[in-house]
């Protein structure tokens, strides 16, 4: 195996809560005990500086990749203008990581989601010349590809597509998160996959609640004694499907009509937010938006005094109501800390974790009235949501730990051989 200790992410942002950046740093956690040495590249980063090297082309919000991000998709043709400017971004994204990789000796690239879904395209391009160069051993992490999302569907980026989404290259080992993903890459790149699902640590739980956070956290979320927290822990997007969840809580007896949401707006405009606003106050239910108060690592700040763990914790229910995920880290989160949920039954679910026999409270595209009463009773009993709730842990511990995404990633770093 060839010696490599200096392993380079590279993505359009690491930063914050969304499940890429979580990914990354579960990632960098096993290679760290197992002695590699991680360092990180983004237009984005939240990393330690002296580990980090920023390119702020890279992101997927910068002023000229959003121009070029508007100007490729919606149309089936593109001006020789923002040809060039895709290249010409390209340029300087290059220069960007070929300096990352010689400054911290790189000897590896796991290139997270950024070779994937066409979110910056001319990142993905400047990637794929990098490789196609250099020869650099590559994991590509892949949670979504273009083919999975529909706002990608009609595109005068054909050509920068097929180039760089994914790239096919002999350096190259592709990583993806679920079966379905498997399949549609072999079809349609000829690709041989990894499957390496979402995991967590469930060989060491979380830590014991703290009373007087819970009760902060309640309290910042507008709940009052008695009443339910239920909470949506996703970013506002379309595919999460929240106004599901703003009908269960319309329906949901205790609950306060309200529903508490973790993550920002904004990845895919604002548009989907003011849809759900408007649908929340037709159907007289609140949305309380806590992420300005969530800190984005594993500790609080004086701005952001609550964790995503604090805010688990403090939750009666979870709503998981999504029409499509990648695998689902809100589930093995919510399985984690050993909370009742409500999802929908999404594509990914149904073909590789239902079949594991975990106890959820299910629907299927809309939520029903006996759907509701059977929450209902799992909320009041204690008993029974606790033999629920640890059964769920128990399977998730055997299938989505930490030691199965060990033994995983090793074995695909093994597989970059002289």
Same mark, same amino acid.
């Given at each position: 195996?060839?010696?490599?200790?200096?392993?380079?992410?590279?993505?359009?942002?690491?930063?914050?809560?969304?499940?890429?950046?979580?990914?990354?740093?579960?990632?960098?956690?096993?290679?760290?005990?197992?002695?590699?040495?991680?360092?990180?590249?983004?237009?984005?980063?939240?990393?330690?500086?002296?580990?980090?090297?920023?390119?702020?082309?890279?992101?997927?919000?910068?002023?000229?990749?959003?121009?070029?991000?508007?100007?490729?998709?919606?149309?089936?043709?593109?001006?020789?203008?923002?040809?060039?400017?895709?290249?010409?971004?390209?340029?300087?994204?290059?220069?960007?990581?070929?300096?990352?990789?010689?400054?911290?000796?790189?000897?590896?690239?796991?290139?997270?989601?950024?070779?994937?879904?066409?979110?910056?395209?001319?990142?993905?391009?400047?990637?794929?010349?990098?490789?196609?160069?250099?020869?650099?051993?590559?994991?590509?992490?892949?949670?979504?590809?273009?083919?999975?999302?529909?706002?990608?569907?009609?595109?005068?980026? /054909?050509?920068?597509? =097929?180039?760089?989404?994914?790239?096919? *290259?002999?350096? @190259?080992?592709? #990583?993806? %998160?679920?079966? !379905?993903?498997?399949?549609?890459?072999?079809?349609?790149?000829?690709?041989?996959?990894?499957?390496?699902?979402?995991?967590?640590?469930?060989?060491?739980?979380?830590?014991?609640?703290?009373?007087?956070?819970?009760?902060?956290?309640?309290?910042?979320?507008?709940?009052?004694?008695?009443?339910?927290?239920?909470?949506?822990?996703?970013?506002?997007?379309?595919?999460?499907?929240?106004?599901?969840?703003?009908?269960?809580?319309?329906?949901?007896?205790?609950?306060?009509?309200?529903?508490?949401?973790?993550?920002?707006?904004?990845?895919?405009?604002? /548009?989907?937010?003011? =849809?759900?606003?408007?649908?929340?106050? *037709?159907?007289? @239910?609140?949305? #309380?938006? %806590?992420?300005? !108060?969530?800190?984005?690592?594993?500790?609080?700040?004086?701005?952001?005094?609550?964790?995503?763990?604090?805010?688990?914790?403090?939750?009666?229910?979870?709503?998981?109501?999504?029409?499509?995920?990648?695998?689902?880290?809100?589930?093995?989160?919510?399985?984690?800390?050993?909370?009742?949920?409500?999802?929908?039954?999404?594509?990914?679910?149904?073909?590789?974790?239902?079949?594991?026999?975990?106890?959820?409270?299910?629907?299927?595209?809309?939520?029903?009235?006996?759907?509701?009463?059977?929450?209902?009773?799992?909320?009041?009993?204690?008993?029974?949501?606790?033999?629920?709730?640890?059964?769920?842990?128990?399977?998730?511990?055997?299938?989505?730990?930490?030691?199965?995404?060990?033994?995983?990633?090793?074995?695909?770093?093994?597989?970059?051989?002289?």
């Amino acid at each position: 195996m060839i010696a490599m200790r200096h392993i380079g992410f590279v993505s359009t942002r690491i930063a914050g809560i969304d499940g890429v950046s979580h990914e990354i740093e579960k990632w960098a956690d096993i290679l760290e005990r197992n002695g590699y040495r991680c360092f990180y590249c983004a237009g984005e980063i939240d990393r330690p500086h002296e580990k980090s090297a920023v390119v702020p082309e890279a992101h997927f919000a910068h002023p000229d990749v959003t121009r070029l991000t508007q100007s490729l998709f919606g149309t089936t043709v593109r001006s020789k203008n923002d040809t060039i400017k895709v290249f010409e971004t390209a340029d300087l994204i290059r220069e960007g990581i070929e300096a990352f990789i010689r400054r911290f000796d790189i000897d590896c690239i796991i290139a997270e989601n950024c070779l994937a879904i066409p979110m910056n395209i001319p990142l993905g391009i400047a990637l794929t010349w990098v490789i196609a160069e250099t020869g650099v051993p590559t994991i590509a992490h892949h949670h979504d590809f273009s083919w999975e999302r529909e706002r990608f569907f009609i595109n005068a980026a /054909g050509d920068f597509l =097929q180039m760089s989404f994914p790239p096919v *290259l002999p350096s @190259v080992r592709h #990583v993806v %998160i679920n079966s !379905i993903a498997l399949a549609n890459l072999a079809h349609r790149r000829g690709v041989n996959a990894v499957i390496i699902p979402n995991t967590l640590d469930f060989a060491n739980p979380p830590r014991p609640a703290d009373p007087m956070v819970i009760a902060a956290v309640r309290r910042a979320a507008g709940v009052a004694d008695g009443e339910y927290m239920v909470l949506q822990p996703t970013r506002v997007v379309p595919r999460k499907a929240i106004e599901r969840a703003v009908d269960l809580v319309s329906m949901l007896q205790g609950a306060g009509k309200r529903l508490v949401i973790s993550h920002p707006a904004g990845d895919e405009g604002t /548009g989907y937010l003011k =849809q759900l606003k408007e649908y929340a106050e *037709l159907r007289d @239910v609140s949305l #309380v938006f %806590i992420d300005q !108060i969530v800190s984005p690592g594993r500790t609080p700040s004086a701005e952001r005094p609550f964790t995503i763990a604090d805010v688990y914790q403090a939750a009666d229910l979870i709503t998981y109501p999504s029409a499509y995920e990648g695998f689902g880290n809100a589930f093995l989160e919510t399985i984690y800390f050993q909370k009742p949920i409500v999802m929908n039954r999404y594509p990914v679910f149904i073909a590789d974790i239902e079949p594991n026999g975990f106890h959820l409270c299910l629907f299927n595209g809309f939520v029903t009235r006996p759907l509701v009463h059977e929450i209902e009773r799992i909320l009041i009993d204690e008993d029974t949501r606790r033999r629920m709730t640890e059964a769920n842990y128990r399977v998730a511990a055997a299938l989505y730990s930490y030691e199965v995404l060990e033994r995983l990633l090793l074995g695909v770093m093994s597989s970059f051989t002289p």
